[in-house]
């Protein structure tokens, strides 16, 4: 089957080249991404690694989350 394919393949004109492009592209993708990361504002670096945090809404501060860790809820309030 190797055989088959293999003699089919040398029978192309110019398949020599196919993987010297196929390189070309792959190696320039990650370049482009190299480059890409490397240029990134950190602004965007900051909201992009808070975004698994996010549920849809704004995060809130730390101090705005220690003063409500001393408030009960209205529900436990009442009960007490």
Known sequence: MLKYIKGHMASIDGIEWFPI???IIFFSF???LIFY???MKKKKVEEMKNIPLENGEEQESEEDQDEGEDQLPNEQNKSL
């Open 37 to 39: 990361v490397i240029t």
């Open 21 to 23: 492009i196929s390189f």
């Open 30 to 32: 990650f370049i482009g």
